[in-house]
């Protein structure tokens, strides 16, 4: 169906996103991290994330997102591109567009326990100096990176994976493809030439027989004709 028209009925099993978390404690990049993600970028939108957010302060959250992009610039990595607005675009969209450019990569907090917090249920995680809020803006990118996956860009995720990241793979299986029928094919000829020149040598070995059986017939009519003129002098 890949190298046909019949591709519309294919269901669609692919992986638009892929999280890829970050230690809070390497303060960057290791270098399985680095390899990791390189072997992925050319497969798959790569969202950057960094892991227990809580675990840092503001300034170290900054400094190790910064230090994250550098070494990502710096090693040729891939990630998800946020797609440029047009002019026309909402001023909100715009403004939230830019505001999750700036947040990558995204440091989150995680938490499945609910917390009283004057008088709301919030999720969270207790410490003795106070709660750190998952839906808080103040302590976790967690909004940000939901609303960026399920609500504003998870259309043009998908693009991504449909336009660049699938059109990729495939070309490169069908080329894959066409070159492992070539050489089948030069195998093919290969062996055919081989077995047409075998035949060949075996029919003028058959021919080269022939002839010498003839030439030693020859050779006994010969003598015999020359015994019999002799009986007759």
């Not at 399985?32 to 390189?38: E, L, N, P, R, T």
């Not at 170290?60 to 710096?74: A, F, G, N, P, S």
């Not at 022939?210 to 007759?232: G, I, N």
Request: aromatic share 6%.
């Amino acid at each position: 169906d890949e190298s046909g028209l019949n591709r519309r009925n294919i269901v669609d099993n692919r992986v638009h996103c892929c999280l890829y978390f970050i230690s809070p404690y390497g303060r960057g990049l290791k270098p399985i991290d680095i390899k990791f993600m390189k072997s992925l970028h050319d497969k798959v939108n790569i969202v950057p994330v960094i892991a227990k957010a809580d675990t840092l302060t503001k300034a170290e959250v900054q400094r190790i997102k910064t230090r994250v992009l550098e070494e990502i610039e710096e090693n040729n990595i891939r990630i998800y591109q946020f797609p440029e607005c047009d002019s026309d675009e909402d001023e909100d969209f715009v403004e939230m567009n830019k505001d999750l450019k700036e947040s990558l990569p995204f440091a989150v907090v995680g938490s499945n326990t609910f917390i009283v917090k004057e008088g709301n249920r919030v999720i969270g995680r207790q410490y003795p100096w106070g709660v750190v809020e998952v839906e808080n803006p103040q302590h976790s990118d967690f909004t940000k990176l939901r609303n960026m996956l399920i609500r504003t860009h998870m259309q043009d995720l998908k693009e991504v994976t449909r336009d660049v990241h699938y059109e990729n793979f495939r070309s490169q299986k069908l080329s894959h493809s066409t070159n492992t029928s070539m050489n089948e094919s030069s195998s093919t000829t290969a062996t055919t030439t081989t077995k047409a020149g075998d035949e060949t040598d075996k029919i003028l070995r058959e021919k080269d027989e022939e002839l010498k059986k003839m030439k030693r017939m020859v050779e006994q009519l010969t003598k015999q004709q020359q015994m019999l003129t002799a009986l007759q002098k």
